[in-house]
């Protein structure tokens, strides 16, 4: 095997050692249970080195932020205090919820300001997270602490033998890496363009915010939630002995069985769901979570070489000893189990049920580039010369209840981590082939490999509206500088209160009454008022549950 490192950062020095692993106890969020839900957006300092105090951002605290867990079918409410004394957005990525809903770059809370979205929790049980979106912004705020982990329950979930108890057997562990200045108190978080602020330094590693991190673990099946809360970093996950361990949930949902890995790797912004049974291991032993750097592919952020093609890298990669090297994240030293633990792995976990490609309405296609231009972007155009993201600017609108594959073009020499908002979307093909087994469940985000073309399919149901979805690149510097694209989902009915039973002009099958078309319409739905005039019709009680708009020819008219 080879040599692993421990990095620390000593008053300005970099100094590698092989100092023994886990000196801090990790830090495990605390929880928040819903359906209401407060968060405070926060500053604060951090000793990620002892004795040392670092400017960071927290949601109720001086970093990351609780742990929310959501019940399928609840009605949440999210009260989102702004005290950061600048503007910000807080997006829940991953859950299905109306646009206005989601936090994107649009839903901006201004200081001192709250935001309270309000939804039913629509997603399968799994772990999603919540980050600031605000454009340009977003790597800033993220990198400085503000993220945090949903886990959504269901009762399919519920009624399986999987270790679920917060904190005891179920751990969420959110990776990331921070690039601290050799002043030890500050982290670069800034973007390049904004003046030295992009550092590719990222040599602290951190678990929960904890860096040189330990977990005492009970002799029996522990479940982790990983998620990789980094800016740009791949992690490539496995066990110091290299030992096996099971992959049982994707980013929106428990997978059909349980997949036995040595590594798993996750791209910035995605999720997995492990289970480590640490029944082979005796009471007082340890072993390690690594990131397998060493083995990452070329042109992926992490990997000995930062471009598959070439050997030249941006300012502070070369430098950085983690780029390459192994790194340990986790020490767990096994303790005695607890009562009544889990002590197999399930051989089946739930029913996946995939979209058929042939259900598809359209196929879209996107390209994605960072080299040959100033900035990295995302478009339809193959040579690259695509738009930077323009926040009036909608690039795609989709039908509602359509199934749409998006067949995704892989930048020449790096991977991207490609991301959709209001969805899960199932991948078809990766460079052509079938994805792996741990890849077939619902997803929101996907790595795309340099030179490889990455097919999804998914289908807009539910929400539609003039706010706008994000699709992006999960590299939180690139989708700052632009690499980003918005759709709107649109669903429009027409009534004619006159028809009778002709076609009028473009309009087919207009419905006779406002009552009939409500009906048929979906949250977000325009119902447009072909003779406004001749409408006598009282907007029943639908109106209000439904949030459609009424659209006059004179005008818009919202009734909510
Ligand atoms: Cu995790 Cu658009 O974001
Ligand atoms: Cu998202
Ligand atoms: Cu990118």
């Known amino acids: 095997m080879k040599k692993r490192i421990i990095i620390t950062i000593t008053l300005g020095l970099i100094a590698i050692s092989n100092l023994a692993v886990g000196q801090n106890s990790l830090f495990i969020p605390p929880t928040l249970i819903g359906p209401v839900f407060d968060l405070e957006m926060q500053h604060g300092t951090h000793n ?27 009605n949440v409410q999210l009260n989102v205090l702004n005290s950061l004394g600048e503007e910000t957005t807080v997006h829940w990525h991953g859950l ?59 009762t399919e979930e519920a009624a399986l ?60 099946v522990i479940r982790f939630r990983l998620l990789n809360g980094a800016a740009h970093r791949v992690f490539f996950v496995g066990l110091s002995d290299n030992s096996s361990f099971h992959q049982i949930g994707s980013d929106g ?20 769901e492990i289970l480590v049974n640490f029944s082979a291991y005796g009471i007082g032993s340890d072993v390690q979570l690594v990131s397998y750097n060493s083995e990452l592919p070329a042109g992926y952020f992490g990997a000995l070489q930062f471009d598959a093609n070439s050997s030249s890298a941006p300012d502070g990669y070369g430098d950085n000893p983690a780029n ?18 889990v002590t197999s792995i399930l051989p089946s976990l739930v029913t996946v049920i995939p979209i058929p490609e042939a259900s598809a309405d359209v196929t879209r296609v996107k390209y994605l580039h960072s080299g040959g231009g100033p900035r990295p972007r995302i478009g339809p155009d193959p040579n690259g010369n695509n738009p930077l993201f323009d926040i009036d600017v909608i690039n795609d609108t989709i039908k509602l209840d359509d199934t749409e594959i998006w067949e995704i073009h892989g930048d020449v020499t790096k991977y991207h981590p490609f991301h959709i908002h209001d969805i899960q979307f199932f991948i078809l093909s990766i460079n052509g082939s079938a994805p792996p087994p741990n890849l ?17 399919i998914a289908k807009f149901d539910d929400f539609a509206g003039d706010i706008p979805y994000m699709y992006h690149c999960h590299i939180l510097p690139h989708e700052d500088l632009g690499m980003m694209g918005q759709f709107v989902v649109s669903h429009d009915l027409y009534v004619d209160n006159i028809y009778a039973g002709t076609e009028n002009g473009t309009i087919t099958n207009p419905y006779n009454t406002i009552t009939e078309a409500l009906q048929e319409a979906q949250h977000g739905s325009n119902i447009h008022l072909v003779r406004s005039g001749n409408h006598f019709e009282t907007p029943p009680n639908l109106l209000i549950n439904k949030r459609v708009k009424l659209v006059l020819e004179n005008g818009p008219v919202v009734i909510k």
């Open 253 to 272: 949902g428990l997978l059909a069985a349980p997949v036995s890995l040595n590594r798993v790797m996750l791209a910035p912004g995605e999720r997995a």
């Open 440 to 456: 077939q469940g619902r997803k929101d985000l996907v790595l795309v490999p340099p030179g490889q073309i990455v097919r999804i």
């Open 96 to 154: 299905h919820v109306a646009p206005e809903d989601d936090g994107g770059p649009h839903s901006v809370i201004s200081p001192n300001e709250t935001y309270n979205p309000e939804f039913e929790v629509l997603d399968k049980a799994s772990t999603y997270w919540y980050h600031p979106h605000l454009h340009h912004h977003t790597f800033n705020q993220v990198s400085l602490g503000l993220a945090g982990m949903i886990i959504v329950r269901d």
């Open 324 to 341: 390459g090297t192994d790194v340990d994240l986790l020490n767990f030293h096994v303790t005695n189990p607890t009562s009544n633990p």
């Open 161 to 220: 033998n999987l270790p679920r108890t917060y904190g005891v057997d179920d751990f969420p562990l959110i990776m990331q890496t921070k690039a601290i200045k050799a002043d030890t108190v500050s982290l670069f978080n800034g973007l390049a363009s904004t003046g030295g602020g992009l550092n590719n330094n990222d040599s602290t590693f951190v678990m929960n915010g904890t860096r040189d991190a330990a977990l005492n673990v009970p002799r029996q």
């Open 48 to 74: 990620y080195f002892p004795g040392i105090s670092t400017p960071s951002m927290g949601f109720n605290g001086d970093i990351l932020g609780p742990t929310l867990i959501m019940e399928q079918g609840d």
